[in-house]
């Protein structure tokens, strides 16, 4: 959980300027590394008890800060009252994604992206229309 911590931070540092897509194309990009280390731990944790209890025992505290830490790279956040719940909801999407990637060709993955991202954005009240060619 640090390493991916720190991985995810520093992929962040000096960015957090960027636009709300930009910076989560930033951590599309993350997930796509780290995800199958962690899908590993999860695979494992299921018939691991004993990693299963060391998983319990450190998590608590770790994934708190590392909801804190989501809040500096997604200020929009910051404000609501469940930003740990969405923080969570944005893992979800993105663990699936790579899931989907095994089957999918990249454009349906990349349509798949663009449409959780305007999701996200309307929901946040930032629904400004994605950049693309004009029409």
């Given amino acids: 959980m640090q390493w991916r911590y720190e991985k995810v931070y520093g992929a962040f ?23 199958p280390i962690t899908f590993e731990l999860i695979v494992a944790l299921r018939s691991d008890k004993e990693l299963l209890a060391l998983y319990k025992r450190s998590s608590k505290t770790r994934i708190e800060e590392i909801v804190t830490g989501y809040d500096d790279f ?31 060709e990249p454009g349906y993955i990349d349509e798949m992206k663009q449409v959780f991202q305007d999701m996200l954005m309307k929901y946040l009240g930032l629904d400004d229309p994605p950049p693309g060619p004009a029409a």
Avoid: C, H, N
Avoid at 74 to 80: A, C, K, T
């Fill in 13 to 35: 540092e000096g960015k957090t300027d960027l636009d709300l897509r930009a910076r989560l194309d930033i951590l599309w990009g993350e997930f796509q590394e780290i995800f």
């Fill in 74 to 104: 997604f200020p929009e956040l910051s404000g609501m009252k469940v930003p740990g719940v969405l923080i969570a909801v944005m893992a979800a999407f993105y663990r699936g994604a790579y899931i989907e990637m095994v089957s999918r």
